[in-house]
């Protein structure tokens, strides 16, 4: 199945228990053995840190091993601070000295895919694998995981603002990155120092849970306040 028909199965689903059985038959076409799916709100400084609820796995002969938290796991930190998947075994992830012991028991290599959607209701996807896929299916899996998180969460109904909000400001320089301003120009165009707009950055990039400026738009248009506008020119969406 193409992506694109994975996307209009997926857009026809009223039922969210329909989608991750389609979603892993997607999968199993690329090579996937096994799939989990959790969600779990981002978490914010100071936060308990409760285990991300796994929704649905198809691994039925370890479930519970890959219930991962949002905060402390290596590799699930990383796939959603980058907005591309994250590996263990021979999928290895640069980065990442030593893989968790969760991730070592497991048979095989496999992936993990970080997922945006509306009020920051981030998601994990875990693939196993029998091989290493290779980097552009790794990433035509990724489009394809972010598809069936969003629709997850339009049958669910989540709120479209990141917990904590964005101030006026905030809102500002998120457009600004949007559009691809550099820290200095954004200083400029604000009448803000340089310091300052460092700050802010700073202050969103923590509020969305990323760690570069593509994840963090990947992150905005996931969760409805990026969109792209005409040109492919990406705005905030105002109130």
């Known amino acids: 199945m193409t992506l694109d028909n994975l996307q209009r199965s997926l857009a026809a689903m009223t039922d969210a228990a329909e989608l991750w059985p389609a979603l892993f038959g997607h999968f199993r076409e690329h090579g996937a053995v096994w799939l989990q799916y959790s969600m779990s709100e981002l978490l914010h400084a100071g936060d308990e840190e409760p285990a991300a609820p796994m929704v649905w796995s198809a691994a039925p002969a370890w479930e519970g091993v890959m219930l991962a938290r949002l905060r402390g796991d290596p590799l699930a930190e990383m796939a959603l601070a980058r907005g591309t998947p994250s590996g263990w075994g021979g999928a290895g992830a640069p ?80 457009d600004l990155i949007a559009l691809g301003k550099s820290n200095g120009v954004m200083a400029e165009l604000l009448g803000l120092s340089r310091h300052t707009v460092d700050t802010l950055v700073r202050r969103i990039f923590a509020k969305f849970g990323v760690r570069d400026r593509t994840a963090l738009v990947l992150a905005g248009i996931a969760s409805g306040i990026l969109q792209a506008g005409s040109g492919g020119i990406v705005t905030r969406l105002r109130d």
Do not use: N, W
Not at 98 to 111: A, D, I, K
Not at 119 to 125: F, I, K, M, N, P
Not at 146 to 169: F, K, M, N, T
């Open 95 to 174: 980065g990442v000295a030593r893989q968790p012991e969760s991730y070592r028991r497991l048979p095989g290599p496999g992936l993990v895919f970080g997922v945006f959607g509306p009020g920051l209701r981030h998601g994990l996807v875990f693939a196993g694998f029998a091989a290493s896929p290779a980097k552009d299916t790794a990433a035509a899996l990724q489009l394809a995981a972010q598809a069936a998180h969003q629709r997850h969460c339009a049958i669910s109904g989540h709120p479209v603002e990141p917990r904590g909000g964005l101030s006026r400001r905030e809102r500002e320089v998120l």
